[in-house]
């Protein structure tokens, strides 16, 4: 028995369930009385981070010799094309004020809520981690990164929607008049015409997703001891 595969699974279902069920407003509400908000999130960052730090190292030891699919030599190249969007999504929604975001609430108070990389969608760090999971999972295509890339996958896409959710309870009417004008899912307010797309808003989100991925890609061999091109 592959010890590291089977600690990847058990960290990766763990830094799932923790981040959903800590999250979740009985949980939270119960600890915040307990810790007081700062503590909570003390506790919570701490939880999240033995349990990424766990699955890294199990993964890095794991072997990838049970291989559950393959698409060729070509898709190795797939990470090329999806991480620029990806990083480019993770850092405007770093760069935007993101009403979602623990402690910028009061964005929801702003005439335009929405700017940036939000006009395509209300949570681009979680997409943007979804990207990153789901063209990795893809390309790899084995045991271990099925059970790595795919925590962070769904965690990512089960995560923003229990925001969603956690969101529409806590600030009612604020948050209904953020998420009239944004959308869950890339690019479908803007499709259905409640957004547009402002260019010149994605200048500073390009720029560092762009440096971002070069950056990457320079470091990618001797982070991860893999050439991506």
């Given at each position: 028995m592959d010890t590291a595969l089977v600690v990847t699974g058990i960290a990766g279902v763990a830094f799932c369930v923790s981040h959903l069920g800590l999250s979740s407003r009985q949980a939270r509400g119960r600890l915040v009385?307990?810790?007081?908000?700062?503590?909570?999130?003390?506790?919570?960052?701490?939880?999240?981070?033995?349990?990424?730090?766990?699955?890294?190292?199990?993964?890095?030891?794991?072997?990838?010799?049970?291989?559950?699919?393959?698409?060729?030599?070509?898709?190795?190249?797939?990470?090329?094309?999806?991480?620029?969007?990806?990083?480019?999504?993770?850092?405007?929604?770093?760069?935007?004020?993101?009403?979602?975001?623990?402690?910028?609430?009061?964005?929801?108070?702003?005439?335009?809520?929405?700017?940036?990389?939000?006009?395509?969608?209300?949570?681009?760090?979680?997409?943007?981690?979804?990207?990153?999971?789901?063209?990795?999972?893809?390309?790899?295509?084995?045991?271990a990164s099925l059970l790595f890339f795919g925590s962070f996958l769904l965690t990512a896409v089960l995560g923003s929607l229990h925001l969603d959710d956690r969101m529409r309870i806590a600030h009612g009417e604020r948050w209904q008049r953020f998420a009239a004008v944004t959308s869950y899912l890339p690019f479908a307010a803007i499709l259905r015409g409640r957004q547009t797309l402002v260019w010149s808003e994605l200048r500073r989100p390009v720029g560092w997703g762009v440096g971002l991925f070069a950056l990457l890609l320079l470091l990618h061999p001797y982070l991860f001891g893999v050439r991506p091109y």
């Open positions: 009385d307990f810790l007081g908000e700062k503590g909570f999130l003390g506790f919570y960052t701490l939880v999240a981070l033995l349990t990424l730090a766990a699955m890294i190292v199990a993964y890095a030891k794991a072997a990838h010799t049970v291989q559950l699919w393959w698409l060729g030599l070509g898709a190795r190249h797939l990470p090329l094309l999806v991480m620029p969007v990806a990083l480019t999504l993770i850092a405007g929604g770093i760069i935007a004020p993101n009403p979602s975001v623990t402690g910028m609430e009061n964005a929801l108070d702003r005439p335009d809520p929405a700017r940036g990389v939000l006009r395509i969608t209300r949570h681009p760090m979680m997409w943007g981690i979804a990207l990153w999971a789901a063209v990795h999972l893809l390309v790899n295509g084995d045991l």
